[in-house]
């Protein structure tokens, strides 16, 4: 694939990201890692929804601006993927509100009700507060990402999400989608009262389907159809 069409690529799913409201105004960003040393990242100041080819800046893995306009401020949070976890081919940030309003708040993801939590984001990672723009967020990031290596979504506390993808851009922009939802079916599950978490036996049996087991070999003999 080339640059223009990564570009492309990137000003589509920023354009989706913002007509399904999960960034506002100027925020979040995009980014795809194009070589061992280039990344393409989206500019600072720029809103998604209106972005073009030209709002998006080539860097290298230290930051510096290959081409274009001044990158995004969170550029760092995005480098530090790239390096912890080498095969991550493209991240995106933003503020879906409801599950923005989970990272206000003191939560945890260590049990788990819905199997696609598992399946299309591979468990939810929950940094501690750091000041943004700081070193301390690329720090923390790292920290999560070495605590939990298989996750590709990553709770920013007090601040929005982070989703990561080894195949695509709109891979992790769908990931983006896919937390939104959960975070929304999680509040409906809260207001009625109640939410029935996975047991020990469903969650080792959703892993093993992900590990490529046929279905039907990991249910009870008496309960198959």
């Known amino acids: 694939m080339t640059q223009e069409q990564y570009k492309r690529d990137m000003v ?11 960034l506002v105004g100027a925020d979040g960003n995009i980014s795809i890692r194009i070589g061992k040393n280039e990344v ?9 929804g209106k972005m073009q080819v030209q709002n998006i800046t080539k860097v290298d893995m230290e930051g510096t601006v290959l081409y274009g306009q001044k990158p995004a401020r969170d550029i760092r949070m995005h480098l530090a993927v790239y390096r912890q976890r080498p095969e991550i081919k493209a991240v995106v940030h933003a503020h879906p509100p409801v599950t923005t309003g989970y990272a206000m708040s003191e939560v945890s993801f ?14 939810i990672a929950v940094t501690r507060y750091t000041t943004p723009t700081t070193i301390e967020v690329p720090r923390e990031v790292t920290r999560v990402l070495k605590e939990s290596p298989k996750s590709e979504t990553i709770l920013l506390a007090n ?3 982070l989703t990561i993808s080894t195949i695509d851009v709109f891979d992790a922009f769908y990931k983006m989608e896919i937390l939104e939802m959960f975070s929304k079916a999680n509040i409906v599950s809260k207001i009625l009262g109640h939410t029935r978490y996975l047991n020990e036996e469903q969650v080792k049996n959703v892993n093993r389907l992900i590990q490529g087991e046929h279905p039907d070999s990991v249910i009870s003999p008496d309960i198959k159809d």
Do not use: N, R, W
Request: charged content about 25%.
């Open 12 to 22: 589509q799913a920023g354009k989706e990201l913002y007509e399904k409201g999960l």
């Open 40 to 48: 393409l990242i989206t500019a600072s100041g720029i809103c998604k």
């Open 110 to 123: 260590d049990k788990v009700a819905l199997p696609e939590v598992m399946f299309a984001l591979k468990g």
């Open 159 to 161: 601040h929005g999400a």
